[in-house]
């Protein structure tokens, strides 16, 4: 069965630092999905990569995607307190249902 | 703000008893996940739906949990008899299709079972 997760359970860093989220999956994936949950909210998707691509980005987000690894990372420079979030990976294996699988996530905080 | 609506956003309810929860998915989204998250962050795929037809489920919710996605109504999921394990957050999240990998989650119902 499909397995992704992070691999660092809690991150803590300043307010304008730079910090970075790695995940690692077991099985191929044809895309590769990062969330973020804030406390008492639903997950927000922030980048989807394919298994094409090697690196994506969104504003400070920057998302990198090694196959052969079979690892990402999530970087975010520059961080705020309100990217104060628990950070989840999620493979899509492909295939006709969809469905994704969920990483244990990474809690992030960000001090002022 | 998210356009994936669940109700209610608490219940509490006692072990045996029924307990049901809807979602509107975004407008133009036939496709329709629920996902059970554990206190711990852990995700559990339970079923998805293009319209109204089942494209996967677990075997959990085969037994005692049910769910649908009636045309013009909003979709349900509906635990028969509440067990203390099943206290969770239930996240409901819609896609425009089920090829493209987007989903747009709900805030949640929080379920506790006493």
């Known amino acids: 069965s499909q397995l992704a997760e992070e691999n660092s359970w809690a991150l803590s860093v300043h307010e304008g630092e730079s910090v970075t989220v790695n995940c690692s999956y077991k099985t191929s994936i044809t895309a590769l999905q990062w969330y973020r949950q804030k406390s008492g909210k639903g997950p927000a998707q922030l980048i989807l990569?394919?298994?094409?691509?090697r690196e994506k980005r969104n504003g400070r987000l920057r998302a990198t995607l090694d196959t052969s690894s079979q690892s990402s990372s999530l970087s975010i420079t520059a961080t705020r307190c309100e990217d104060t979030a628990v950070y989840f990976c999620?493979?899509?294996?492909?295939?006709?249902?969809?469905?994704?699988?969920f990483g244990k996530g990474t809690k992030l905080s960000v001090k002022s | 703000n998210s356009k994936v609506i669940q109700t209610p956003r608490y219940l509490v309810k006692g072990q045996g008893q029924k307990a049901k929860m809807r979602c509107i998915p975004e407008k133009g989204h036939p496709v329709v996940f629920w996902y059970q998250q554990n206190k711990n962050n852990e995700f559990k795929f339970l079923i998805n739906?293009?319209?109204?037809?089942?494209?996967?489920q677990i075997d959990m919710t085969e037994k005692r949990f049910s769910a649908e996605c009636p045309s013009n109504s909003p979709c349900s999921l509906e635990i028969q008899s509440s067990e203390a394990g099943d206290s969770a957050l239930y996240l409901c999240a819609s896609s425009p299709d089920r090829n493209t990998g987007q989903l747009y989650f709900g805030e949640g119902s929080k379920l506790t079972v006493l």
């Open positions: 739906f293009q319209n109204q037809e089942v494209l996967q």
């Open positions: 990569i394919r298994s094409n691509e």
């Open positions: 999620a493979t899509d294996a492909g295939g006709s249902n969809a469905k994704l699988t």
